[in-house]
């Protein structure tokens, strides 16, 4: 079930849905009836009206809901911690600090003693808890544990938390309704979506079969919010944002072939139907067929002339559209056209890991990478202990500044705030993706040196090390000085660890009995590849005939399903590559991606050059895991044809 739709019947209609399938209601029917009050404040100044609400605040709890829950919506983690104790303020004034705390003392310590937040355990203790995103997930299970329970009467939820909460009260109350928005440096309203799902908190029913929310807001906001709130919401179409990229993954995949195809496929979307109904809301004059048609082919017009300045398609004969290599690339990976364009104009045969790290930091993905208030500070500061300097007039409030810099820590293994660290895991996650395509676009230009260190790349991501860390970083529990004692030993590698004796392995690394357990899970799973090869008519390759290199891959170890790497966000399964690269050109000549089971088989090919005698180096190279590439070495003799035969 969604909202009150006003459109409902154009959203069923676009779907396919019949009327006996769709059903909307409005507003005001709802399984538990909603008393919604709008309480408007007259301050401007962000600051003065956030004090001016807390006292009504607790007036209201007092007056609404004195020993129901309660869910008190605030738009920073700050505010969140501030407000708890302010509440709790209040309540001492009237002597009863315990008023919000519905079990005995005792009986709160057990928990009390299980919570790192310092503030936290002071406000809890007397029935008031707050959540934000800096808390760790311990920490915010138990709080809604306790609230769930009813131990617990009042909960403060940053803005932040607003998608991930699973508790629900008697009374919300939604303490101003804007927010301090990074990219533009000022405040911002919440959504109206945003507050539908604050309102929905408000979802047990206590007395007379009510809920109530309170919604304090800016006075001239107050008949904007009676609006949305009481009535039915429209559902609009942004497809004309993000068309480019939806227009790039349909001409690959032969949807749209040419410009009427794609103003066909305009008039299928909900985009079309919404400019016939709405117009003004897509700035449209009128809607006369003549002049929709006008607007439609201009639209078309520009997608296309932008996408093709991007190489992703190419426009023939001004009407026919074809994918381009960059077009596939973007489309398979998922990836926005201006980011695959970035990528084809700043990636060179010559790249160092460094700037390859700045390339992707850059990426259109990671422009809506959050700077929250004050972040620029301790974004300036982390930067002082990363290898990676930034230019003297760098902006800290820039989202792909913030990336760079998280990236870089997450190599370094730097601890960060809980804020931050969900931020790299966003940044993380997107990255692998990132620097796959980079490799088909090196690879596309024959840059082998450069596609071989983005392959490095991803290992480095997925492993949080940096290119110079000794691989044995790699296994749990090994810290710096385990390392320095294994190498002091001449232990190298993982494969030097394995082949010890157990007793002294047991010896150098010092570890307990569980400690020792994980390495050995580690090690027993860290891969150990066999490969053999073939060059079919080796002897008798003449020039420009396809040459076959028959690869045979046999795991000789346990295979592990999701590789082990703690510090990345994401289960993943471990990928390979296979490259071959003319060792004196350093071209890349052939590549193929997949995975390894027990026994792979995996055919590359290329065009033989001219007559003549040629060096050549295989390569397999891991997408997750340090120090188990392989490197072999072949040569092949080209032969004239009229030698062949003669």
């Not at 809890?124 to 707050?130: D, K, N, P, S, W």
Request: proline fraction near 2%; include cysteine.
């Amino acid at each position: 079930m969604s909202t009150s739709i006003l459109n409902a019947k154009d959203i069923a209609q676009w779907l396919g849905c019949s009327t006996h399938t769709t059903f909307n209601f409005r507003p005001n029917i709802r399984p538990i009836q909603l008393d919604l009050h709008i309480q408007d404040f007259n301050m401007t100044h962000n600051a003065s009206r956030l004090i001016a609400m807390t006292k009504p605040v607790y007036q209201i709890i007092d007056r609404h809901s004195s020993i129901y829950p309660v869910i008190i919506f605030v738009s920073s983690k700050n505010l969140s911690q501030s407000t708890a104790i302010d509440i709790l303020t209040l309540a001492n004034t009237e002597q009863k600090q315990n008023r919000f705390l519905h079990i005995s003392i005792n009986d709160i310590q057990l928990y009390i003693e299980q919570i790192e937040n310092q503030i936290l355990k002071q406000t809890i203790l007397h029935g008031i808890a707050f959540l934000h995103e800096d808390l760790n997930t311990k920490d915010c299970s138990l709080i809604q544990q306790l609230f769930t329970s009813g131990a617990i009467q009042i909960c403060i939820v940053s803005y932040n938390m607003l998608y991930t909460l699973k508790i629900y009260s008697y009374l919300v109350i939604i303490m101003d309704t804007q927010y301090y928005y990074s990219k533009i440096h000022t405040y911002d309203d919440y959504s109206i979506n945003d507050i539908l799902q604050m309102i929905s908190r408000s979802n047990i029913s206590l007395k007379e079969n009510k809920t109530k929310v309170i919604l304090m807001c800016l006075s001239s906001k107050k008949d904007f919010y009676k609006k949305f709130l009481y009535e039915s919401i429209p559902i609009e179409s942004h497809l004309d944002h993000y068309l480019h990229d939806c227009f790039n993954a349909e001409i690959v995949t032969k949807t749209i072939e040419n410009k009427q195809d794609a103003i066909d496929y305009l008039t299928w979307t909900l985009l079309y139907r919404r400019m016939t109904l709405n117009p003004n809301y897509y700035n449209l004059q009128n809607i006369s067929h003549q002049y929709l048609s006008d607007h439609l082919s201009e639209l078309v017009e520009n997608t296309l002339y932008n996408l093709e300045q991007s190489k992703c398609i190419t426009i023939e004969n001004e009407v026919d559209v074809s994918p381009q290599n960059l077009g596939m690339i973007a489309a398979y990976y998922y990836i926005n056209y201006r980011t695959i364009e970035l990528f084809n104009k700043s990636l060179t045969s010559k790249i160092k890991f460094h700037t390859l790290l700045d390339i992707i930091s850059n990426a259109a993905e990671y422009e809506d990478i959050p700077i929250r208030r004050n972040e620029e500070n301790i974004l300036k500061q982390l930067s002082t202990h990363l290898p990676n300097k930034l230019n003297n007039d760098v902006k800290f409030n820039d989202p792909h500044v913030k990336t760079n810099l998280l990236l870089q820590a997450h190599l370094s293994r730097i601890q960060l705030s809980y804020e931050l660290q969900k931020d790299t895991n966003e940044i993380l996650i997107k990255a692998i993706r990132l620097i796959q395509a980079c490799v088909d676009v090196l690879s596309s230009n024959g840059w082998s040196s450069s596609a071989l260190i983005a392959m490095n790349l991803t290992q480095m991501i997925i492993q949080a090390m940096w290119n110079k860390d000794s691989y044995l970083k790699q296994i749990p529990h090994f810290t710096n000085e385990i390392i320095q004692r294994c190498i002091n030993q001449k232990i190298e590698n993982i494969y030097d660890l394995i082949e010890m004796q157990d007793n002294q392995r047991i010896e150098l690394l010092q570890l307990n009995t569980l400690q020792l357990s994980d390495v050995a899970h580690f090690c027993n799973h860290y891969p150990n590849i066999e490969v053999s090869y073939e060059i079919p008519n080796k002897d008798n390759i003449i020039a420009d005939s396809v040459i076959n290199v028959n690869v045979t891959l046999e795991r000789l170890n346990e295979l592990s399903g999701s590789i082990m790497a703690p510090l990345f966000p994401q289960k993943r399964q471990e990928e390979w590559w296979l490259v071959i690269e003319d060792s004196k050109t350093n071209t890349l000549l052939s590549i193929k991606r997949f995975t390894i089971q027990e026994k792979t088989k995996i055919v590359l090919d290329f065009i033989a050059p001219s007559t003549g005698i040629y060096d050549y180096i295989l390569y397999l190279m891991s997408d997750c895991y340090m120090g188990c590439d392989h490197e072999y070495k072949f040569s092949i003799t080209v032969r004239n044809n009229i030698n062949m035969t003669s």
